[in-house]
T-cell receptor, first 113, second 114 residues
Framework: SQQGEEDPQALSIQEGENATMNCSYK?????LQWYRQNSGRGLVHLIL?????REKHSGRLRVTLDTSKKSSSLLITASRAADTASYFC?????????????FGKGTHLIIQP | DAEITQSPRHKITETGRQVTLACHQT?????MFWYRQDLGHGLRLIHY???????NKGEVSDGYSVSRSNTEDLPLTLESAASSQTSVYFC?????????????FGPGTRLTVT
């Protein structure tokens, strides 16, 4: 069963604006990852945040993690047309993380030129 | 550069046929995974392997099998293809177990069962 769920399912913004996507999960985690998938391609890892971290940055990406609310957010600043993609959060599967990752259904982000 | 490849990229087969999807990685990763991606379901884990001769069932393993005879390859076999197995299949590998390690994904195989 899926651990993480992204919100919103779809998001359309103008180029240059910031995009925020959220992920909620059900059980305690040690780590949470975000991935990007361009149309017709495989997933690409963006960033990993550990349960003892509250915020992490990578270029134009900012990820936050609130373990008390079991939620994470991905912020993309100064969006570009190339950011158009689906974004997934991933956590360890229930049972302690020995069995790989479980992915949410994704947020489809469209950047309008 | 290290990579993970899948073949074929597109496949059309008939109901009841056996189909094998190939996955090959040159990362020298012990851990390999197969997922399927369907609209409305996201990615679901089919099978995974933590090393040679090791295979494990994921959440949607019925009708699928894998074998791991070397580090580089994890072929996925559909024993008797069904229309419900029409999907996009992704192979992935990682350096370690659990969510501490990122997974590297192949480009996917689009399978249509008619």
């Amino acid at each position: 069963s899926q651990q993480g769920e992204e919100d919103p399912q779809a998001l359309s913004i103008q180029e240059g604006e910031n995009a925020t996507m959220n992920c909620s999960y059900k059980t305690s985690i040690n780590n949470l990852q975000w991935y990007r998938q361009n149309s017709g391609r495989g997933l690409v890892h963006l960033i990993l945040i550990r349960s003892n971290e509250r915020e992490k940055h990578s270029g134009r990406l900012r990820v936050t993690l609130d373990t008390s609310k079991k939620s994470s957010s991905l912020l993309i600043t100064a969006s570009r047309a190339a950011d158009t993609a689906s974004y997934f959060c991933a956590t360890e599967r229930s049972g302690g993380g020995a069995d790989g990752l479980t992915f949410g259904k994704g947020t489809h982000l469209i950047i309008q030129p | 550069d290290a990579e993970i490849t899948q073949s074929p990229r597109h496949k059309i087969t008939e109901t009841g046929r056996q189909v094998t999807l190939a996955c090959h990685q040159t990362w020298n990763h012990n851990n390999m995974f197969w997922y399927r991606q369907d609209l409305g379901h996201g990615l679901r884990l089919i099978h995974y392997s933590y090393g040679v001769q090791d295979t494990n069932k994921g959440e949607v393993s019925d009708g699928y099998s894998v074998s791991r005879s070397n580090t580089e390859d994890l072929p996925l076999t559909l024993e008797s293809a069904a229309s419900s197995q029409t999907s996009v299949y992704f192979c992935a590998s990682s350096r370690g177990q659990g969510a501490t390690y990122e997974q590297y994904f192949g480009p996917g195989t689009r399978l249509t069962v008619t």
